[in-house]
């Protein structure tokens, strides 16, 4: 059985963003949109658009610096020292 980096897809509420793809990278995500939907034994299509979104959470989760770059945002900045004057 082919292992997928994602399962089933959540139903959330979308917020619209319009995007241009690559000819090369829809006909990938059109191909991952029907393996998904044959090894998941779906008796309708996934629809390309709902791939998306789960596929970019799943790469930034999986950005291990992606994840220290935030983890160091998210830090407060050390103090500077007070200047004498």
Do not use: C, W
């Amino acid at each position: 059985m082919t292992n997928l980096k994602l399962g089933p897809l959540e139903d959330d509420k979308p917020v619209k963003l319009t995007i241009e793809l690559p000819a090369a990278v829809f006909r990938d995500l059109k191909s991952y949109a029907e393996i998904l939907t044959r090894i998941g034994n779906a008796t309708i299509p996934i629809e390309l658009a709902n791939l998306i979104a789960p596929m970019i959470e799943r790469f930034m989760a999986t950005d291990r610096a992606f994840a220290k770059a935030r983890r160091n945002a998210a830090q407060p900045a050390p103090a500077s020292p007070e200047r004498s004057g």
